[in-house]
């Protein structure tokens, strides 16, 4: 078998494959959640309650991406407007938030490691699992409907959880020898939701651009 058959539309929207990326990313989503339990604890205990979805940030991509492919398992032939207009935000936020969330985890593990953090076998596989996380979602994100409204949209709501977290200090869990690198942390982390935006952006003129290569007469308008 050809290895880019694995890359095919063929392959990758199968209900066998989607159904195992559905239950691979949701048991990652409650893992991730799990994992938050304490500073979700705390935040309950500390701060208003109203900041608590702003806390855990992987786990929330995760659920995000969960959602938009329960969307491919079960499209949906015809929808009110306002329907659709909840799956294209739900898959930009799925894109733009996987992206952002998959490197940053993985560079706050390794400019850990740089200080002196020692990593063990938990390091690693969140360090793939995160990488997972950024790959599936631009792998995917040519099978969505979002468009650069929904990606603004989506780039809008990480900016806001980026301040907030910042603001208020309840960012992600950092390695210890990273406690003191707050502030390039947080500018580092503001970039990123920027660079994010701009992949998933790129990713979508390219989506498109190849539509208008394989099918004469498509607009090439970004959607909204």
């Given at each position: 078998m050809n290895l880019s058959f694995f890359w095919s539309r063929e392959f990758l929207l199968s209900r066998q494959f989607l159904w195992l990326l559905f239950i691979v990313n949701l048991g990652g989503t409650?893992?991730?959640?799990?994992?938050?339990?304490s500073q979700l604890v705390w935040t309950v205990a500390n701060m208003p309650a109203w900041m608590l979805p702003f806390v855990p940030d992987s786990p929330t991509s995760s659920?995000?991406?969960?959602?938009?492919i329960f969307?491919?398992?079960f499209p949906y032939k015809s929808a009110s407007k306002i329907a659709t207009a909840g799956r294209v935000i739900v898959e930009a936020l799925a894109v733009v938030w996987s992206i952002k969330y998959g490197v940053w985890a993985v560079a706050m593990i390794i400019a850990g490691a740089a200080q002196g953090d020692v990593l063990n076998w938990s390091h690693y596989m969140l360090i793939v699992s995160h990488l997972g996380m950024a790959f599936e979602a631009l792998l995917y994100f040519r099978f969505m409907k979002a468009g650069t409204a929904a990606l603004t949209a989506a780039l809008a709501f990480l900016l806001l959880n980026d301040m907030i977290d910042y603001t208020y200090g309840i960012y992600p869990g950092l390695p210890a020898e990273l406690e003191d690198n707050i502030?390039?942390?947080?500018?580092?982390t503001?970039?990123?939701?920027?660079?994010?935006?701009?992949t998933a952006y790129i990713a979508l003129r390219y989506r498109l651009a190849k539509q208008v290569n394989n099918n004469t007469g498509i607009s090439t308008n970004i959607p909204s």
């Amino acid at each position: 078998m050809n290895l880019s058959f694995f890359w095919s539309r063929e392959f990758l929207l199968s209900r066998q494959f989607l159904w195992l990326l559905f239950i691979v990313n949701l048991g990652g989503t409650i893992y991730g959640y799990m994992w938050y339990e304490s500073q979700l604890v705390w935040t309950v205990a500390n701060m208003p309650a109203w900041m608590l979805p702003f806390v855990p940030d992987s786990p929330t991509s995760s659920l995000f991406f969960t959602a938009a492919i329960f969307y491919l398992l079960f499209p949906y032939k015809s929808a009110s407007k306002i329907a659709t207009a909840g799956r294209v935000i739900v898959e930009a936020l799925a894109v733009v938030w996987s992206i952002k969330y998959g490197v940053w985890a993985v560079a706050m593990i390794i400019a850990g490691a740089a200080q002196g953090d020692v990593l063990n076998w938990s390091h690693y596989m969140l360090i793939v699992s995160h990488l997972g996380m950024a790959f599936e979602a631009l792998l995917y994100f040519r099978f969505m409907k979002a468009g650069t409204a929904a990606l603004t949209a989506a780039l809008a709501f990480l900016l806001l959880n980026d301040m907030i977290d910042y603001t208020y200090g309840i960012y992600p869990g950092l390695p210890a020898e990273l406690e003191d690198n707050i502030t390039p942390i947080k500018w580092f982390t503001f970039n990123l939701s920027l660079l994010s935006f701009g992949t998933a952006y790129i990713a979508l003129r390219y989506r498109l651009a190849k539509q208008v290569n394989n099918n004469t007469g498509i607009s090439t308008n970004i959607p909204s």
